[in-house]
T-cell receptor, first 109, second 115 residues
Framework: DAKTTQPPSMDCAEGRAANLPCNHS???????VYWYRQIHSQGPQYIIH???NNETNEMASLIITEDRKSSTLILPHATLRDTAVYYC??????????FGPGTRLSVLP | DVKVTQSSRYLVKRTGEKVFLECVQD?????MFWYRQDPGLGLRLIYF???????EKGDIPEGYSVSREKKERFSLILESASTNQTSMYLC??????????????FGNGTRLTVT
């Protein structure tokens, strides 16, 4: 079973920030939070990951709460091409990635 | 950028055929994985490999085998294809870091139809 809980769907207006939440209340100290997205008929695309600190790359920002029990993926200026299913995964050394149902993000014009 | 290449994007096979799905990665990753993805069931791990000639069963290995003769290549084999193996098959690879700080990188998938 997935160790994370995400809302099944979200909408976001084009050009606005998309904030996707994820709960992982049972995360262990050595487990990382990973985010992927999957556009229809393609393989999952790696977005970003982190352990404790907030992370930012060219695609997104990852905000992890201080207690590490939840996180938020931020797409700063969503475009129509960001419409996809977004997966939040918790995984540590020797553990396989378990994909839950994710959040279906619809970016609306 | 990591590139994981799956040999076929679409494949149609007949029941009972032996099917080979090939995956190649170009980043010298130690770990390679095969998943299948079905509507309503999400991604499920079939097999994985942490090194050449090594393999481990995932959650749904029945009906499948794998081969890893070279570090860059991981093959999924359906010994006798059945209609319930119609699915999207996804290959992934990752670096072995010993810490869990190692994202999976996926190929674009092979959509297999068994008739």
């Amino acid at each position: 079973d997935a160790k994370t809980t995400q809302p099944p769907s979200m909408d976001c207006a084009e050009g606005r920030a998309a904030n996707l939440p994820c709960n992982h209340s049972t995360i262990s100290g050595n487990e990382y939070v990973y985010w992927y997205r999957q556009i229809h008929s393609q393989g999952p695309q790696y977005i970003i990951h982190g352990l404790k600190n907030n992370e930012t790359n060219e695609m997104a920002s990852l905000i992890i709460t201080e207690d590490r029990k939840s996180s938020t993926l931020i797409l700063p200026h969503a475009t129509l091409r960001d419409t996809a299913v977004y997966y939040c995964i918790v995984s540590g050394y020797g553990q396989n990635f378990v994909f839950g149902p994710g959040t279906r993000l619809s970016v609306l014009p | 950028d990591v590139k994981v290449t799956q040999s076929s994007r679409y494949l149609v096979k007949r029941t009972g055929e032996k099917v080979f799905l090939e995956c190649v990665q170009d980043m010298d990753h130690e770990n390679m994985f095969w998943y299948r993805q079905d509507p309503g069931l999400g991604l499920r791990l079939i097999y994985f490999s942490y090194d050449v000639k090594m393999k481990e069963k995932g959650d749904i290995p029945e009906g499948y085998s794998v081969s890893r003769e070279k570090k860059e290549r991981f093959s999924l084999i359906l010994e006798s294809a059945s209609t319930n193996q119609t699915s999207m098959y996804l290959c992934a690879s990752s670096l072995s870091t010993g810490t869990g700080n190692s994202p999976l990188h996926f190929g674009n998938g092979t959509r297999l139809t068994v008739t």
